[in-house]
């Protein structure tokens, strides 16, 4: 099985005091283990580090801490999937032929990564907003 890992995933995965922390984990650890294959999209991980460095908890995450925490539950169990010009031009189509606009787009990205990645599941912390983006693929949309 071939599994998205949104970004609301990554930081319940990572943060142990988030309340969706277990479940979220377990499928970074199905990754980690090989159960399952990772992908990322890109934009999540700008998105992970912004979230991290900047979490209202104590002690703070250090960008340092961050960049080694990224690097060893992320980049080194998980593909990392980029979009490219195309890519996002049809993301930007996508979204203004649905009426959809703010901050739905970057979710628009992420749903596209998994597109272009084939994967079977996109797990999120947001499905309702995932959903309504792609709703033909609200089968393949879940929550930890």
């Known amino acids: 099985m071939k599994i998205l890992l ?53 002690p703070k995450i250090s960008p340092k801490v961050a960049k080694q925490l990224i690097e060893q539950d ?18 930007i189509t996508h979204l203004a032929e649905t009426g959809l606009s703010g901050g739905v787009t970057y979710d628009a990205l992420i749903v596209y990564a998994a597109l272009k990645a084939g994967v079977d599941n996109v797990v999120t912390l947001n499905e309702k907003d995932f959903r309504r983006i792609y709703p033909e693929l609200s089968e393949k949309i879940m929550s930890p």
């Open 74 to 91: 992320i980049f080194s169990v998980c593909e990392i999937v980029a979009l490219s010009d195309e890519d996002y031009k049809a993301v």
């Open 6 to 58: 949104d970004t609301s995933v990554l930081v319940a995965a990572i943060i142990e005091a988030h309340p969706a922390h277990d479940l979220a984990l377990s499928w970074l650890q199905r990754v980690k283990n090989t159960e399952a294959a990772g992908v990322v999209a890109s934009h999540s991980i700008a998105e992970l580090y912004a979230i991290l460095t900047t979490l209202p908890i104590h």
